[in-house]
């Protein structure tokens, strides 16, 4: 696999999913199964962490000047 840092959240997400598959077949060594749990660990890390960043994104929007401020919802009453 690439580098994590360069892996899409698609990716990530796929590469999880097969890891996931392979544990649940449950005929895996103990040893090979820690291996795949800890790469599970940092694929989910870093598709959350990649999920946080569009959140921030999406909680900003650009003013009529061109700047970006923290966008709010106003919640009726």
Sequence with gaps: ????EETSFEEAM???EKIVDRLEEGDVPLEKAISYYQEGMKLAKLCNDKLKQVQDKMTQIINDQGETEP??????E
Excluded: A, D, H, S
């Design 71 to 76: 966008f709010m919802i106003q919640e009726e």
């Design 14 to 16: 796929l590469e999880l």
């Design 1 to 4: 696999m690439e580098k994590l």
